[in-house]
């Protein structure tokens, strides 16, 4: 058997593995009902492993040699060449609530950089996807970045004031004081739309690398830009925070922005 | 011809509003696109008008000497037994960007206060009604509230943090250190899944009688309760805080959460 060399050879069967995961998820339709406090996360946990496994067999079953690294079982073969990066539920706060922004981020990495992506969204329906070369599609059209170069009156997005600390909170508030507005809650659903032309920047922060390589080969697709917030490409080492923009022009002005409120705490790499 | 006496009467006619703003904003697809940032919100005020405009010439058909308060037009007759109470897009940085959870509010109000209320949700075809005397329900099928009693462990959402003064931040950090998690940006669909059982919480300020009469029949119908901030029904000269929750027990813990921060600053209802 040959082996695929290409990134955008492996986009059919990533297309094949987001079908999988979109099976499973439409099986519990609108939400998760019945959590009770103390076991709040623990039906979700199991649909998410359920997912995640049925990747990794498929995976398995089709590159055994390759890396996954995914949320919900230990990390495998991350020393080859090609690594697959899983998010089973981006959004397990919305799975459970029924409020259909959720998907399956699944990533395909080559020497530690996202090189392929796929953002699938079973309760819309829609699919985006790029590899490397390719363009990026939502449901198999070609969708790109708005034309925004400047902060002044762009849309902005994250998905929760949560996880962010003083420095950051204070950071991501000067971008927000010169953004148009801000919308909460978006989570991949907004990175998807930004590709589609329909947001300017996204910024977060306590995320992991199965958050957002996924988004890296699509953004890029698209005609935007993501990093970290150093201006560093995401990859399976990056740190946890990251941030998009619609054009490299508008990326340029939010990386100053954040560095002018970081400038005594910039974050490491650490792994 | 008879004239309706009873709030259910109404809920035919009210389906039709919804039918009518729903034809109008499916014409725009998922989202507006081709923004500009001096003049970001004119074209969705455009829609705004043209969806509140179709309403109230259907109103103005049907029952001439209803009075009606919208978003987007000075209110008329309010004087009047009936008032409807529209806003013909919750959610607009949401149909801006094509995230699909946003909706048309209708409700009627008699002497001051819902009791009749409509979310619309062309984006993901749902529609959730109540009247006083009839069920909740959610395309055709009754829907209740989840039994959750008490704080702790709770499933939270909030619209956006920023609305929130200083002491308005406090009490909802309150009640977000005792849920399980907090959920930002669902706006009017986090209600509609409040009511539809998949939420417990829902927290506001800044908020308009446009923005939350409409939710107040379906919540209550549901097995819900709404108020303000300090436990009053919401009507047409309420304030610009409210909050919702799964049941009568909940919400007094609620409340009495919320109170103990505000206790120097209760809001007076100023309309």
Known sequence: MIQ???????????????????????????GVRGFESKSDSSPVTAIDREVEAALRAAIAAEYPDH??????????????????????IDGTKQFIAGIPLYGTL?????????VLGIIDHPATGERWSAAEGTPALCNGRAVTTRARRSLPGSLMFTTSPEPFDDDERRAV???????????????????????????????????DPFDYCALAPIIRAAGGVIS???????????????????????????????ARELVSRPESVLR
């Not at 801000?182 to 922060?205: M, N």
């Open 4 to 30: 695929p060399s290409m990134p955008a050879d492996f986009l059919p069967f990533a297309h094949r593995l987001a079908e999988c995961s979109g099976v499973i998820l439409k099986r519990f339709g609108h």
């Open 173 to 207: 508030s000067a971008l927000r004081s010169e953004a148009a507005w801000c919308v909460y809650g978006a989570g991949c659903y907004g990175y998807a739309r930004l590709a589609s032309g329909q947001l300017d920047i996204g910024v977060e922060a306590g995320h």
């Open 228 to 258: 970290d917030w150093e201006g560093r490409p995401l990859g399976l080492t990056s740190g946890q925070r990251f941030v998009a923009s619609a054009t490299p022009e508008l990326h340029e002005e939010v990386l100053a922005t954040l």
């Open 106 to 114: 699944i990533a395909l990495a080559r020497n530690g950089f996202p």
């Open 67 to 88: 890396g996954i690294l995914g949320e919900e079982f230990e990390p495998s073969n991350l020393d080859n060449e090609w690594v697959w990066v899983l998010d089973p």
